[in-house]
């Protein structure tokens, strides 16, 4: 059985940076969509940030320019680098993945692999 495992979650203030890291067991990222979500107490979740077998990468507008999401050349662990972090990023960030292009998609219905999730705290 496929899991996914996300790390780096942390309280960090306002304007600073995080990694968030994913892990894969029984599982490789190398031909297949994984990216990141996340979701905020009230809120539906959303994508933040996918990249697709061919390393192509698509961002929310609310993170673009900020966050930049990579692979490691083994295909094993995907990352996600939060930089000038703004209290709204604030929230839970899973990582997730589908056996199929990303074609840009940032919608949850769409990805099948799910983690448990990281909490990501930001504050002034």
């Known amino acids: 059985q496929v899991r996914l495992e996300e790390s780096g979650g942390a309280s960090a203030q306002a304007g600073g940076s995080l990694t968030l890291s994913c892990t894969a067991s029984e599982y490789t990222f190398r031909d297949n969509c994984v990216g990141w979500f996340r979701q905020a107490p009230g809120k539906e979740r959303e994508g933040v940030a996918v990249i697709d077998s061919d390393d192509s990468e698509t961002y929310a507008d609310s993170v673009k320019d900020r966050f930049v999401i990579s692979r490691d050349r083994a295909k094993t662990t995907i990352s996600l680098q939060m930089n000038n972090l703004e209290i709204e990023d604030t929230a839970m960030y899973y990582c997730?993945?589908?056996?199929?292009?990303?074609?840009?998609?940032?919608?949850?219905?769409?990805?099948?692999?799910w983690g448990q999730g990281t909490h990501v705290a930001v504050s002034s």
């Open positions: 997730a993945a589908k056996a199929s292009w990303c074609l840009g998609s940032l919608l949850s219905r769409n990805y099948n692999i």
